[in-house]
């Protein structure tokens, strides 16, 4: 990732020290520009120049760190004491003092970005809590935002003195670590390569595994079979851009011109992306897209080397930056003229063996971790397709259930119709003398018999109402009320 100045900015800087335009490189960052020569290319008439696309320096609080300096530039007083200021007054907080003397519309919108930035950092934090399910969980915001060392959020209402101071130091500690971060991280690219190489190896049998190593050896020397390549920085390197992509004679070629010629930006200093930008032919010398034995991750960081190169050759002050005349003291010296032979990558491996075998053991440890919880995954499915597996032999009984009774309730007798006569309701009766319970059968059976004939009628209906009367129904019509004997008539007739 590369550092860049937006050109609506840069004919403020101009006059500014190198060490003060560390916060200016903060600001922006682009792909690295062509080299071209600018004595002939003409600029088209009455076209405004439009600033760079700028590109994300890769911090989370990029945005609020563009928009706090964009609005302490448009201050005069600040501008000055900018430019009076040397880098380590600003790492020591001298420069955040000043704070105090800007206008009070510039402190005004520092007060609404710095509220904005709060909003925004509770904002994640809530979507963190919310992802790792603790919805109901009360958050201290308070606690959470110390992580955020760039801002003081005891108080998260007005930017102050200790906001910028936060900010300036953690931006600076911050771009300081990211060269150290990204070889870091282009180490564990190649030990990974490395592995994942050895693992394919041990699918093979042995006749695929010789011509898989002799394959993997050849191409391992095409890629070292490339031109010489010039030592970053050196006077013949820089010829080399001068006559190729300037289209200068080389023996006309003048430092200070170059100088001009590649400070793209035209604001006095060599940035790190400019000075990246110069590496190109060299690189092109290495590295070729099309080609299978030319990895393009390891041309950004043979790019990157060049420039760290160059940087502690050349950047006296350490302020990642080179001015013209670092510039200018740095062609003067031995290692300009006589440098010595340039080491690239497949002469230094970004690993050694150690750093390999405790990758791997890593790797192994971390399947094994992986392995565990698989096992503890499919034990959790297993239960869970059990669990269902008996809900649902349950919700088969229970449709059974319901099933079976639907039957029942389908099948059952309809209770007897009733006889409907002014105002009350007779149940019919049907066969009283063959639908007697067990007791009544049982009393009969004691009880001496007499033939239907020598029954007379009074006896008979005695034995009827008897009958009713235990049953729980109405008796003969003589019990019944006025008026209903004649409907009952019927009943007597009963067998």
């Known amino acids: 990732m590369r550092f860049r100045s937006d050109n609506k900015m840069c004919w403020g800087r101009a006059l500014l020290t190198g060490s003060v335009l560390l916060l200016v490189q903060l600001l922006c960052l682009e792909a690295v520009p062509i080299s071209m020569d600018k004595t002939k290319v003409k600029e088209p008439e009455g076209k405004k120049e439009e600033p760079p696309a700028s590109v994300d320096t890769g911090l989370h609080y990029d945005r609020y760190l563009r928009e706090v300096i964009d609005f302490l530039e448009k201050d005069q007083h600040f501008r000055e004491k900018l430019h ?56 201290d915001h308070q606690a959470l935002l110390k992580q955020f060392e760039y801002l003081n959020h005891m108080n998260p209402h007005t930017f102050e003195v200790d906001d910028l101071d936060r900010l300036i130091k953690s931006a600076t500690k911050d771009l300081e670590n990211y060269d150290k971060e990204r070889h870091d991280e282009f180490k564990r690219y190649e030990m990974m390569k490395e592995h994942d190489r050895r693992e394919h190896l041990k699918t093979l049998d042995e006749d695929e595994r010789q011509k898989e190593e002799e394959h993997y050896e050849e191409l391992k020397k095409k890629h070292a079979d490339h031109p010489k390549v010039n030592h970053p920085g050196s006077q013949n390197q820089l010829k080399e851009v001068w006559e190729e992509a300037d289209g200068l004679d080389p023996e006309d070629f003048d430092p200070k011109t170059f100088f001009n010629l590649h400070d793209t930006n035209g604001d006095g200093f060599f940035d790190e992306q400019e000075l990246e930008a110069l590496f190109t032919k060299e690189l092109e010398k290495i590295y070729d897209p099309t080609n299978e034995e030319d990895d393009m991750v390891e041309m950004e960081e043979e790019r990157l080397r060049m420039r760290e190169h160059v940087m502690s050759e050349v950047d006296s002050n350490k302020d990642r930056l080179v001015s013209l005349d670092e510039f200018l003291v740095a062609t003067k010296k031995k290692e300009f003229l006589e440098p010595d032979s340039w080491e690239t990558l497949e002469q230094n491996q970004a690993y050694t063996d150690e750093e390999m075998r405790e990758f791997e053991e890593h790797l192994a440890q971390q399947e094994q971790d992986l392995n565990v919880k698989a096992d503890d995954l499919q034990k959790q499915r297993d239960e869970l397709e059990r669990q269902q597996e008996q809900l649902n032999a349950q919700k088969v009984e229970l449709q059974q259930a319901v099933e079976h009774m639907e039957r029942l309730k389908s099948q059952k007798v309809e209770p007897p119709p009733e006889v409907h006569v002014e105002g009350n309701a007779i149940p019919e009766i049907h066969e009283f003398d063959s639908q007697l319970h067990p007791e009544q059968e049982a009393q009969q059976a004691h009880q001496p018999e007499h033939p239907a004939a020598h029954d007379s009628p009074q006896e008979h209906h005695e034995l009827q109402n008897q009958i009713l009367a235990q049953q729980g129904l109405p008796q003969t019509h003589q019990d019944l009320p006025p008026g209903y004997q004649e409907a009952a008539q019927g009943l007597n007739n009963v067998p």
Request: net charge neutral; hydrophobic share 35%; aromatic share 2%.
């Open 84 to 139: 009076n200021t040397d880098m380590e007054d600003i790492k020591q907080g001298k420069l955040a003092k000043e704070l105090d003397f800007v206008s009070h519309h510039v402190r005004t919108k520092l007060d609404e970005l710095k509220r904005q930035e709060v909003n925004r950092l509770r904002t994640l934090i809530k979507a963190k809590q919310d992802i790792e399910g603790g919805n109901d969980m009360a958050v």
